[in-house]
């Protein structure tokens, strides 16, 4: 079931699938919606209730001025109030990680597990805060169609780039319903994020790291950095994707994923 519902006044697009069974939310990244998912629920919805959100300044949802990423947990723990969901395994793609991570931090009740996929704890950079002022820049100047012919190939490795062209075209095709004054908002609130591996590193709910072998955006000397820095995580290593595993090796990460998910307390 899609919806529309308000929470901290702005309209925000939900899909909510599966009743009364345990509760998933999977949050999207930047540039995607919701629908991003649409191909991995397949491996989910008969065991788990699957939660998707626009998050704010992406899809159909609306936008606050800016996005941060405690902002944006706020408005998926309101999602998840109305919802009469108590508690949850929270997963989140690449800034939908930043996302479930400030979700995690600020409403620890909720959250039975984490998974950070494509996704760190790290603030950004210097050098990414410029990259994103970039992008700033040339939203600001209507160039929103050139942001996403530069970022959404660059999500899969180069040797899916052919195999996947439908794909990125699809995306590159929704990404197209995007506000650009929500698509700021998001990078400035990434820009703002803090770090969080001080939290990470305290946090003893079961937690798993997803990881594509051929990242553009998170190298894989980043990613086995932050696997041997939290060794209380589940790494999954996925060899043959860039940044879009659950589009470039489905099977592998669906089972890599439900093996996580069957050691989670859900309790009552």
Known sequence: MEFFCTCSRLPIHVSDMGGEKPAVVLLHGYLETLSVWDDFIKYLEKDFRIIRIDLPGHGLSGTAAINSVDFSAQVVYEVLQKQQVKTCVICGHSMGGYTALAFAANYPAAVRGLCLFHSTPNADPPEKQEGRNREIALLREKKLSLVI????????????????????????????????????????????????????????????????????????????????????????????????????????????????????????
């Open 149 to 268: 012919r530069r970022g959404v190939p660059h999500m899969f490795a180069d040797d899916n780039a052919r195999r996947f062209a439908e794909k990125i075209k699809e995306i590159s095709e929704v990404a197209e319903i995007h506000e650009p004054e929500g698509i700021i908002a998001c990078l400035e609130g990434m820009k703002r994020r803090p770090d969080r591996n001080e939290f990470l590193a305290a946090f003893r709910k079961p937690l798993l790291f997803i990881f594509g072998e051929k990242d553009r955006y998170i190298a894989l000397d980043t990613a086995q950095e932050l696997a041997a820095r939290f060794p209380q995580a589940q790494v999954l290593w996925l060899k043959n994707s860039g940044h879009n595993g659950f589009i470039e090796e489905p099977q592998a990460t669906a089972e890599g994923f439900l093996q996580f998910l069957a050691g989670v307390k859900w309790g009552k």
